[in-house]
Every structure is written in C-alpha cells, then in structure tokens.
C-alpha cells in the first residue's frame, strides 16, 4: 500500500465527506479527518440523510428505535447536537440535507414502510429509489457548484446498509464531474467482513493521538451506542484493533 504524501493533497482545496447519517463520516474516518483537520486541510461533513419525520406517522419499528436510542420525538434534534459536538471535536464543518432516513421513509409506489424490521436495513435499494437518488445527486452537484475544486469522500456501503448504498451510487453518477474516493463504513465492515472489491488503496498514516481522538468523537454519539457497542468503553476496545490492522486511516479510488 502506496503512503498517502503531501502531494496527493496539495491540489484540493476542499475535502468533503458524505455521510449517509448522523454519525457515520466520523464513525468511519474520524482519525483522518482530525488529521486532515491539524495539516490545515480544508474539510467538510454533508449528512445526506438528516431530514425531520413526521411524528403522526412514524411505523412502530421506527417508534421501537425512538424508545431504544432514549430520543423520542426528538431524534433529529438530539441527534444533529451530537453530531455537531463531535464535528467541532474535530475541528470540522457540517451541513445537513433534508432526506429522510430510511426508517422514516414509505416506499412511493405502495406508500408501505420502507423497514418493518431490522434486517429490511440490509437488502438492496430497489426501482422506487432511483428517484430518491436523483434528487440527492443534484442536491450535492447544487451544493457543489458553490465551491471551486472539491474531493468527494463517499461510503463504499460495506454492511449493505440501504441508505449507504444509495449515498454511494448518487455520488457516483458525480464521477465525471469531480474526484470521488471510498471510505470503508465502520463498524459495518469488520462485522460483515465485506472488502471493497476492484479498487485501488491509499493509506494514511494516522498517529495514536488522531485514534484517541477519532474514538471520543464516536463516543458522543452516546444515543447510538446501544446500536453497536454494550457500552462506551467497548468503542476504543474495537477502534484501536481496528485501526493497527489498517482500518481507519485507508481510502480507495479506481484506477485511472
């Protein structure tokens, strides 16, 4: 694995990571966004899907999720707080679309719950969405435009997590346009084990100081902790194993 040097980063003037949720560009690269943070490096956070739901028409899975997070009716704002606490741990920008979360979503050719249970998280997006994803591709081209030169950081949908998948591909149909480069979605991968396949790697380096960081970030997300960990201490316990095989601190681009 080819180091990431200086020059690779000197021609972009803006990084921008897209996070499906709440929570997962710093998740999945927290460490190297602090890092990019410290060398000066200009970076952003855009969380695709951060939209309010209407609360006389949340499906029992969602209401069920609402009462295990301890967040209620108040899941967007509590979690937009978290999410700007960690970001300005950071030391990193943010900005929030106005897409729905899966869980609050109904599929617009049955107006049926997209997710009645937990493991309609993980199937794979279907027609009904390629709307969805148009509109979120010219949602970040608009956003884009704005801004000179740009470097696209997108999720690989490792896990298979439905609304990863779709950041993915409306990012993608961006290819032509601007640089795109893949970041592993954490912890989704080290829990399926799924590798991102047909891509080149670059590795960064990340330093002790960028992990312990990267790992108090995760740790404010404290109404997600019971998604994933038994508890907050158990967060460093899998990041640091995770980071000295390589996780954290690597991402993929096609070869040109």
Known sequence: MPPCHAGFLEFVMKWIYLSPHLDDAVYSCGGLIHQQVQQGIDVEIWTVFAGQFDAANLTPFAKDIHQRWGTGLESIT?????????????????????????????????????IIENDDLFREYHPGDNALMESITQVVRQAALRMQQIQLCIPLGLGNHIDHQIVRRSAEALIDSYPILYYADFPYVIRSQAQPDGLQQRQFALSEADVEIWCQAVAIYKSQISTFWDDEAQICEEIFPYWKKGGGSCLWFHEQ
């Open 78 to 114: 509590l979690r937009k707080a978290e999410d700007q606490e960690a970001c300005t741990l950071l030391g990193v920008n943010t900005s929030y679309f106005d897409f729905q979360d899966v869980i609050y979503r109904f599929k617009p050719e049955t107006s049926q719950a997209e």
